[in-house]
């Protein structure tokens, strides 16, 4: 006998209450033990063939497909409702793609050509103006469709000609009812895709479970800790479900460091989890799973784990941590523990070179940018080698006598530091790098995986590098350059990272709402360039459901502020959604109180682990909330104001602007279902970014 889970199991398992999630898992346990079910209380749902029951509790049940020596955890919710799922459901192989699926009957009105009208979420009481939506022409986007073109991505014939005659209003509502692969090729070619490019391949004679397309929503269960690793996450689909076009990039050979790209919401870090269990599979390999931050790296840790329990060996193959604990350990393992200087200690250095005479009328803080920036980061160790320096993304241009004076003050700095054993995480990266160049390092592991790899420092790019070279596929990197917040540009390729041609852009949105990223994306460009010529196009990123509008609150006073806020929180919590799964996201710290203030107007808790996250920007990168309140977006505080009176070098003024408009797009696209993005009049420069544009 076979067990099987659906993703559909575990995403209704989530919505259940603690205690009912601990019974249904007990039930999953005894059919994991004897999948026909023995001892359990089984019927078989007449209205749905090959559908069964299972009582778990008075009301809770399990629905199960059985199919010969098949059995699927299906669906789980209260009596009438599992009822109800399992009569609208048949679980059949696609007659063209051969792929398994679920279809659901379709129900139609008197006229067969219009769907049956779906219950609708009341709104939330806040008395926000949304965004307003561009206006939709009233067409039917897949009318020209033959049958052989819907066929081939998967539509099932029942559905032919209701996807053919639904109105564009009706979209979502008709995506949300088919299999995932029939809906993004419709989506795709609604919003200007080709459908061709999404025809599936059947294998003849294939198990339709193994097609590509059913791996995403249908998983065998081999034993007891495979499901009760899905069971104990049930949030954390994408740690299971890999979608198809994930797949691939994941299992390909690259032949040298790989890079994937993609908007935020697209799976991009999904894909560098499932290449660094990939990768561990390898007999003797070792892999470095890293990022650029701790709440990240708990965050990768978490969802390494959840793979780790249906395969042990993983955990002990893949050590996730921030790129820099990795360093320092390797650092303190070759060298002995360095003492590692502060950014307040370097500026100290600056200033106590000027007061020796150095740095001619340059500014103590253009001189800290550019030590921080170029001179550190690029290792440069002589005036003549500062002098042939590339300045990408530093603007001001210095003539010779403004860099020999410039100069004098960083060989003061290097000796100042060296004078006080202290050392800067450039030079840190700087011997490791040169270790590895020479083979004298055992870095402890074979391959290394990135992600949010857009925010790599020099330094650090430099290493990796050097690593590279050990072997074809030793490097991995997933990021979006539309989300750097941390550096200047620099050229991977000059640092021995060139991926030019070994890589590709993610365009289907997973986690964030249509309406959300239609919004959060009009304050980037369509298309961004790195500095070698490597294009990451954002255009034709198309998310796979629908949801509210956001909300732009422009508030009279902060107490007024607060009180919407509040309100926005009790209405998601009022949805359903739990504390935890809600974020009050701000620019800095001195905005955390504003923050706090609207959670406990709500009533919420905000302590870790089960209240409100409150966060800075920086802070929330890479995490994911159901509900985010991006609030305190002021005039003087987004762009920071103390960030722009700080700027040494004014030219920078553009490229601090964009970076803080990034920062903007990261906090809004942390939310999967609501976002409230609010400020005091009269509001960020960059509200006004969310108006809709023409042709977007």
């Keep these: 006998m076979t067990l099987r889970y659906a993703s559909t199991f575990t995403a209704a398992l989530g919505k259940l209450s603690s205690a009912e999630q601990k019974q249904v898992k007990l039930t999953a346990f005894d059919l994991q033990v004897d999948p026909k079910g023995n001892g359990l209380q089984m019927h078989r749902i007449e209205k749905s063939p090959g559908f069964w029951s299972v009582r778990v509790s008075g009301d809770i049940r399990i629905i199960l497909h059985k199919d010969g020596e098949s059995t699927l955890l299906a669906y789980v919710d209260h009596h009438d409702a599992a009822y109800l799922w399992a009569e609208r459901k048949r679980v059949v192989a696609h007659e063209r793609t051969g792929a398994m699926q679920f279809v659901e009957v379709p129900v139609v ?55 053919r005659e639904t109105a564009e209003s009706d979209l979502f509502d008709l995506l949300e009812r088919l299999p995932a692969e029939a809906s993004e090729a419709l989506l795709d ?82 894909v560098a989890l499932h290449r660094a269990a990939h990768l561990a599979r390898s007999p003797g390999s070792k892999v470095l799973l890293t990022t650029f931050s701790k709440p990240l790296a708990a965050a990768l840790a978490r969802r390494r784990d959840i793979l780790a329990r249906a395969e042990p060996d993983l955990g002990e193959r893949i050590t996730v941590s921030t790129l820099d604990q990795a360093a320092f350990a390797l650092f303190t393992r070759r060298f ?170 993610l365009k289907v949105n997973y986690r964030t709402s249509h309406q959300i990223r239609a919004t959060a994306d009009r304050l980037l460009p369509d298309a961004l360039t790195d500095v070698d010529g490597v294009e990451e196009g954002r255009g034709g990123t198309v998310s796979v459901f629908d949801g509210p509008d956001p909300q732009i609150l422009l508030a009279d006073t902060i107490e007024a502020e607060t009180t919407q806020v509040a309100a926005f929180l009790k209405a998601c919590v009022a949805e359903g959604m739990a504390s935890a799964d809600l974020a009050v996201l701000v620019r800095s710290q001195a905005q955390i109180s504003r923050a706090r203030a609207a959670v406990n107007r709500a009533g919420l808790e905000h302590e870790a682990p089960h209240g409100v996250n409150l966060a800075v920007m920086h802070d929330a990168k890479g995490l994911e909330f159901r509900g985010v309140a991006v609030m305190a977006c002021d005039d003087d505080i987004l762009p920071d104001a103390a960030r722009i009176e700080a700027i040494g070098d004014m030219a920078e003024l553009e490229a601090v602007y964009e970076s803080e408009r990034r920062l903007l797009y990261v906090a809004c696209t942390r939310p999967r279902d ?3 993005v609010s400020a005091v009049k009269p509001g960020s420069e960059f509200l006004g970014d969310f108006a809709p544009r023409r042709g977007r």
């Design 109 to 163: 009105e008197a006229s067969p050509t219009v769907l049956a009208p779906q219950a609708v979420q009341a709104p939330v009481p806040v008395t926000i103006a949304p965004v307003p939506p561009p206006a939709a022409p009233s067409r039917k986007p897949f009318a020209a469709l033959t049958d052989d073109q819907m066929l081939d991505v998967g539509v099932p014939r029942d559905w032919l000609h209701i996807v």
């Design 189 to 270: 070619h609604a919003t200007g895709g080709r459908i061709e490019d999404h025809v599936a391949v059947r294998t003849p004679g294939a198990d339709p479970y193994a097609h590509p397309d059913a791996l995403r929503r249908f998983r065998v269960v081999d034993n007891l800790e495979e499901l009760q690793a899905a069971l104990d996450q049930p949030f954390e689909t994408w740690a299971v479900f890999l979608h198809p076009a994930q797949r691939s990039l994941v299992e390909r050979d690259w032949s040298g460091p790989a890079r994937i790209s993609g908007s935020a919401g697209t799976g991009k870090t999904i």
């Design 336 to 505: 002995g523990q360095p003492t590692l200087a502060s950014a307040s200690q370097v500026r100290a250095a600056v200033k106590a070179a000027q007061a020796a005479g150095h740095g001619g009328g340059l500014t103590s803080e253009f001189l800290f940018e550019e030590w921080d920036e170029l001179v550190d980061a690029w290792a440069v160790v002589d005036n003549e080698s500062y002098a042939k320096l590339p300045r990408l993304g530093r603007r001001t241009r210095l003539g010779p006598l403004q860099r020999q004076a410039a100069w004098e003050v960083f060989a003061f700095v290097r000796d100042w530091l060296a004078g006080r054993k202290l050392t800067t995480w450039p030079q840190l990266y700087d011997q490791l790098t040169a270790q590895v160049a020479a083979g004298k390092l055992a870095a402890g592991f074979s391959h290394v995986v990135v992600d949010e790899a857009q925010d790599l420092s020099v330094a650090q790019a430099r290493f990796l590098g050097a690593f590279s070279a050990r072997a074809p596929d030793a490097v991995f990197f997933t990021g979006d350059l539309g989300q750097r917040i941390f550096h200047l540009p620099f050229s991977w390729k000059l640092l021995g990272l060139d991926i030019r041609g070994r890589g590709q852009t």
């Design 674 to 676: 609501r976002l409230l």
